[in-house]
């Protein structure tokens, strides 16, 4: 009865949709089983089949070992992201080829690189289906060192070293965010980071490289920018536009893009972005350009950013 009325009482706003709840236990019991066979394989001379990736994923969130923030948070991110990027795929009528595309044949050099390099992360991290998956790497170091021991605890005795060396085999930079944020620092070395390149990113609904891209104009952390784009923060899209000095017209088209997915009012951002005040703009930058650990602690005491 507890969980009953926990569930019932939760806002709607914060409810996962079936399609998110359903891409992620996909999304996890694929990740479980992968590493599962990961570690069996850096395990020498045990020669066994690797199991079922959802009864152990089941195995351990009995144990409580796989709510973890940091864990949820990337199934959610990757949900809301081929998500996002349906909806836009989507659209009827006539369209041009897309921006990803585009740039893989970019004259730039550096830009193209970029560019392909996310596409064939991107493909690797598609099932046979089309669906998202993520990989070991995609982790931060300390969640995929859990998420390892964890899976190698199901799997017997004497498979602690073989996990460390499954999370040893993943480099950082071969996570998908790294490929993404390599394609948004290329285009900046270009001088890209233009409105004309908000608009196509917004346009395609290029969800984690837009906020990358919004992101560096702001002088504010990707993560911080997809909340202010996808995850309805604080006066979300109309704050991110005035962060990252976007004219109007590209705000508007921002707002008018995204604000649905994230539940905003395209008409209030669009007011709210017109009526900020610009030391309300500075403060937040201010605030987000603050230690991580401070910011949580002024957030826990109530006082915010003041």
Do not use: C, N
Request: no cysteine.
């Amino acid at each position: 009865m507890a969980s009953v009325r926990r569930d019932f009482f939760l806002d709607p706003a914060y409810r996962l949709t079936e399609q998110e709840r359903a891409l992620m236990t996909a999304m996890l019991h694929d990740l479980v089983g992968t590493v599962a066979a990961e570690i069996l394989a850096a395990a020498p001379g045990k020669g066994e089949p690797a199991p079922d990736g959802t009864a152990l994923a089941s195995r351990l969130h009995s144990a409580g070992l796989l709510d973890r923030e940091a864990l949820v948070a990337m199934l959610l991110r990757r949900a809301d992201e081929h998500r996002i990027g349906a909806a836009f795929a989507g659209r009827a009528g006539p369209r041009k080829l897309p921006l990803l595309p585009r740039l893989v044949g970019d004259s730039d050099a550096g830009v193209a690189a970029a560019a392909m390099t996310l596409v064939v992360a991107r493909g690797r991290r598609r099932d046979a289906f089309g669906q998202p998956r993520i990989e070991l790497a995609d982790l931060p170091r300390l969640e995929a060192t859990s998420l390892a021991f964890a899976v190698a605890a199901t799997l017997g005795d004497d498979f602690a070293e073989a996990a460390q060396a499954a999370v040893a085999g993943h480099l950082p930079d071969e996570a998908l965010d790294a490929a993404v944020a390599a394609l948004a620092d290329a285009l900046e070395a270009a001088g890209r980071l233009d409105d004309r390149m908000i608009e196509a990113a917004a346009e395609d609904g290029e969800a984690s490289l837009l906020a990358g891209l919004l992101a560096r104009r702001a002088s504010i952390s990707a993560d911080t920018a997809w909340g202010y784009l996808v995850g309805g923060q604080e006066d979300g899209l109309a704050l991110l536009g005035r962060l990252a000095g976007l004219s109007r017209p590209t705000a508007a088209r921002l707002i008018a893009e995204f604000g649905l997915l994230s539940g905003a009012s395209v008409e209030d951002e669009i007011g709210r972005f017109d009526s900020l005040a610009d030391k309300d703009v500075s403060a937040a930058r201010h605030w987000w350009g603050l230690p991580a650990g401070y910011r949580a602690a002024r957030t826990a005491l109530g006082l915010g950013r003041g």
